[in-house]
């Protein structure tokens, strides 16, 4: 379903095979506005069963949201007997071992996982409490299943990748490689009066051609994404590969070394400077 703007909007089909009625089921909001979503829970009333967001929004640029409106999530979902679902699928165990909702103090009714919980395996995963996960199959009557379900390969994989995260100091190392990375980058951009932002939380961080700040999906201009394909040639020019999407985040990892990251630095400065020098 189509992210959309407006203020209360129904769901679009966004891809061929998804029946509207099944978007219809659903209603889209803009992140970072309240107003939209207590509209809804008016309109709607008693009527929604969940509240699904990626708390720290990774898919569609890095769009970091206020702590005080996560809360504000959590309260009206409690006040409405609605489940609030944290999708973590790309924030989870990238800005600490318990994603977003440790790093905000927020609870979820339901979390869900993926990617890094897999340690590069094919993995999906979601958690809650012991009352929800009872309603799944086969203590409760919600059958959920799959071939390659608890496959003790990935199982394997995802056991290593979370003992490696749980070692002392993991998440402080990798933490500060990418402030330091963002930060110098932000530095050489800001000195040369480039309009160009570092969004960063955690090992994630996106460029955004803009200097503004992007707290949802419109806040995007998508001429600015000319600038990006400029600079992803021109990176990959010096051996650099960055996402191919200027809506895409990149990740720092615990295996780039001092010297890679110094290297790619040197790359962006670089590129920075063709980009602006063309206009
Ligand atoms: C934020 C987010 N949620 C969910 C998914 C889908 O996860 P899966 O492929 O495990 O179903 C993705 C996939 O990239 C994602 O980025």
Redesign the pocket.
């Known amino acids: 379903v189509k992210a959309g703007s407006g203020l209360v909007t129904f769901g679009e089909t966004s891809s061929a095979g998804v029946p509207k009625s099944f978007a219809d089921e659903t209603i889209v909001v803009s992140l970072n506005d309240k107003e939209a979503l207590q509209k809804a829970f008016e309109e709607f009333k008693d009527q929604i069963a969940a509240v699904i967001i990626?708390p720290v929004?990774?898919?569609n640029g890095l769009l970091l949201q206020h702590k005080e409106y996560l809360q504000f999530l959590r309260e009206i979902c409690t006040q409405n007997g609605t489940l609030l679902i944290f999708?973590?699928?790309?924030?989870g165990f990238r800005i600490g071992f318990e994603g977003a909702a440790g790093y905000y103090q927020i609870q979820p009714d339901i979390i869900?996982y993926?990617?890094i919980i897999g340690g590069g395996m094919?993995?999906?995963a979601y958690g809650a409490s012991a009352a929800i996960m009872g309603n799944v199959s086969p203590e409760g009557p919600v059958y959920q299943a799959g071939t390659l379900s608890g496959n003790p390969v990935a199982m394997g994989a995802g056991i290593a990748q979370l003992t490696e995260l749980l070692r002392m100091g993991f998440y402080r190392d990798l933490n500060n490689k990418t402030e330091e990375f963002t930060e110098a980058i932000q530095r050489f951009a800001t000195a040369r009066s480039y309009i160009f932002k570092v969004f960063s939380i955690g090992s994630i961080f996106w460029f955004a051609f803009s200097d503004k700040d992007i707290r949802k999906a419109e806040d995007i201009d998508p001429a600015s994404m000319d600038k990006f394909k400029k600079l992803h040639r021109e990176l990959i020019n010096r051996g650099i590969y960055l996402g191919p999407s200027g809506y895409e985040v990149g990740f720092i990892s615990s295996a780039h070394t001092k010297i890679e990251l110094e290297k790619a630095k040197r790359a962006i400065f670089e590129s920075l400077d063709i980009v602006f020098r063309d206009k």
Not at 87 to 91: K, L
């Open positions: 990626e929004p990774a898919n999708d973590e699928v790309i924030s869900t993926g990617k094919p993995v999906g």
